[in-house]
């Protein structure tokens, strides 16, 4: 905890979510991005960073642990694997830690459903783009019907998948099936992601797929919407784009168009489970103003 | 065989592999459920008319039964299981498309005796498949990359996405005509393409909504492809693909080999239009208008489905998907589609258009 009330932040990675990453935390007023983080010296990325006025460095997480003092937050948007190792070596200097990567190492939020739950644990996975997509939206409705089976197929534009999710597609695969288990309580889920090579591309979309019982257009709609309004207070483009219920089928479309900061509109995706993080990340500064402890891991609930 | 293909103009053009996904892409058209009965039937055929590799599983391959693709009458398993002992003699194939199954359905797979596995990208994609194609080359399987939707990329793309793929360990490399879009000379330029950027197979797997599925596969073997696919009375998605019983005679005329018994491959198309379909494929309306909008085949059914239920017409519905450049695996766009004419509609005062 800074002295102007904020969070200390670190960015580690430098790929297309690490650097809108970088911009969203330097605009937040609970948040101060002291360093973003790649491996390599001259990435794109990193250059963007420096232009922009934020400190860099490129030795990976070997940067962080030579640190002055260890960072409040650490956001990892590299990718699955690493994070393993990050969260075993960044764990013990009591940094928080939010994954945006598959890991299925931390405890799974997506802020609308089980944001409380954020501020407890040191290790916070942002599940995937889909998920914080379509989880809202099923949680609200499987809160109002019983739902047997869910299927969540994700589009993403080429242009706005980069290489640490290209090297992850099981991992977003299993993570996504299990966050929707985990935070809908229905047991049969699949998940699937298309990787659109449309030009101009294709904007970020989410169609779920629900099959259970007495599923009217009224109700699943009234429930999506509501949920939908939530998601905007972090991610204004998010818009449902069909929404069909007829007795035991019901099918709602999401698209999330980007707004701003590094990403152009299509890119839905990183827009999305960037706010989120970012909005995580505030909800444990909130929380750090109000109760001076940190909580330890000792009272995690998971 | 020397009986069966008498009259033939050898001139002695070499070999080329035909590999035969009637029992994986076949599926499509009679969404997803055949019957064990059925696959070892035509499997059995196969094998003795000495095709050399039959591929298997659900239309969109390992991991894809799904409310998105519909659901598969019989598991992966089940489906591997009784096509493999149905060939005592060809190997069995099966497809796989990263972000519909995983590593732990490759896995499954190769377990349940998979000799060549194709792993399948979007055109533009190829380094989607790079774990996997290693997992396959571990497994000492042989592993083959496909690219998808063909069409939406030029010849340059597709053969730096071919180098790739032999770069994360694919032993053949090939493009798929998914919406059956091509003329022969997009193959020929595409196929030389690929011939020159890598020295490993090059397949190309065409569609018949043009009618041009088999002069496309003539095109891309005089352009250098060493491996051809073919279905069984074009058993496929839509207007179906490339007509096995009649390209392997016709290549057989041009002087290619392929080492398959022209009778007895009549014999499997007999059997296949028996046992598997209820009719042959045709290229009816809706066949001709996806292949012009580019749209994958596989759509058919559920553009049709939902385009009655929506009360639109198909033919709209499929050319404002290729508008939006829907690509495979893209059936949820079809709802919002449908949807968006009928209100269109709805919003001029209920004039059809």
Not at chain 1, 78 to 86: C, K, L
Not at chain 1, 224 to 252: Q, S
Not at chain 2, 15 to 32: E, I, K, M, Q
Not at chain 2, 301 to 316: H, Y
């Amino acid at each position: 905890m800074k002295p102007n009330g904020r969070l200390s932040v670190a960015v580690l990675g430098a790929g297309l979510i690490g650097i809108d990453l970088a911009a969203k935390v330097a605009r937040s007023r609970a948040l101060e991005c002291r360093l973003v983080v790649a491996r390599a010296a001259d990435t794109p990325g990193l250059r963007q960073a420096r232009a922009s006025g934020l400190a860099t460095a490129t030795d990976g997480v070997g940067s962080l642990l030579a640190a002055d003092e260890p960072f409040d937050v650490v956001f990892d948007a590299t990718n699955a694997m690493a994070h393993v190792e990050h969260a075993g070596l960044l764990g013990p200097l009591g940094s928080t830690l939010i994954d945006l990567t598959p890991s299925q190492v931390g405890h799974m939020v997506v802020p609308t459903v089980n944001g409380a739950e954020a501020v407890g644990h040191r290790d916070i996975n942002m599940v995937s783009c889909g998920g914080q997509a379509s989880i809202p939206l099923l949680h609200a409705i499987t809160r109002r019907h019983r739902v047997d089976h869910v299927e969540v197929v994700t589009t993403a534009a080429s242009r706005s998948v980069g290489r640490g999710t290209r090297l992850n597609l099981d991992e977003y695969v299993e993570t996504t099936q299990d966050a929707v288990r985990d935070l809908t309580g229905v047991k049969d889920v699949k998940a699937i992601l298309n990787i659109s090579p449309a030009r101009p591309p294709a904007t970020f979309r989410v169609a779920t797929s629900m099959v259970g019982q007495d599923l009217t257009p009224e109700s699943v709609r009234a429930a999506a919407e509501e949920a939908a309004g939530r998601v905007r207070a972090y991610a204004a483009g998010f818009e449902i784009t069909a929404c069909v219920a007829e007795g035991e089928r019901a099918f709602v479309a999401v698209e999330v168009a980007a707004c701003g900061d590094r990403i152009p509109r299509y890119g839905g995706n990183l827009d999305l489970i960037n706010s989120a993080a970012v909005h995580v990340a505030e909800l444990i500064a909130d929380a750090h103003g109000s109760a001076p402890a940190v909580p330890t891991a000792g009272t995690e609930t998971s | 065989m020397s009986q069966q293909t008498t009259g033939t103009d050898d001139t002695g053009r070499g070999h080329l592999l035909v590999h035969d996904p009637t029992l994986r892409d076949g599926h499509h058209a009679v969404r997803h459920q055949l019957t064990a009965a059925q696959l070892r039937g035509y499997a059995e055929a196969a094998d003795a008319a000495g095709v050399p590799v039959v591929e298997v599983g659900h239309g969109n391959g390992l991991g894809a039964s799904s409310l998105q693709a519909g659901p598969a009458r019989l598991s992966d398993e089940e489906m591997l299981s009784v096509v493999r002992e149905a060939l005592p003699h060809s190997r069995m194939g099966v497809f796989m498309l990263p972000g519909w199954g995983t590593m732990r359905d490759l896995r499954r797979a190769v377990a349940h005796g998979a000799d060549v596995v194709r792993i399948g990208t979007h055109c533009t994609e190829a380094d989607l498949a790079e774990r996997h194609l290693g997992l396959l080359r571990e497994a000492g399987v042989e592993a083959h990359g496909v690219l998808l939707m063909s069409h939406m990329a030029s010849p340059a793309q597709l053969a730096d996405q071919c180098a790739r793929l032999v770069s994360y360990g694919a032993q053949g490399v090939g493009i798929l005509d998914s919406s059956g879009h091509y003329l022969p000379a997009d193959v020929t330029a595409r196929i030389a393409a690929m011939r020159a950027a890598v020295d490993v197979p090059v397949m190309f797997h065409g569609h018949n909504n043009l009618g041009m599925a088999v002069a496309n596969s003539v095109a891309a073997a005089e352009a250098g492809a060493d491996i051809l696919d073919a279905c069984a009375r074009g058993f496929g998605a839509g207007a179906g693909n490339t007509q096995l019983e009649v390209l392997v005679p016709v290549l057989a005329r041009m002087g290619w080999r392929t080492g398959i018994d022209v009778y007895r491959l009549l014999d499997a198309a007999d059997v296949a239009e028996r046992e598997l379909m209820p009719k042959p494929p045709t290229i009816d309306s809706v066949g001709i208008v996806s292949g012009l909008a580019g749209v994958f085949s596989g759509f058919k059914n559920r553009v049709l489905d939902i385009s009655a239920r929506q009360d639109v017409d198909p033919r709209d519905v499929f050319f404002e998907l290729g508008r939006r450049q829907a690509v495979a695996g893209q059936e949820d766009l079809i709802v919002d589609v449908a949807v968006g004419l009928r209100e269109r509609r709805a919003g001029r005062g209920g004039q059809t258009g």
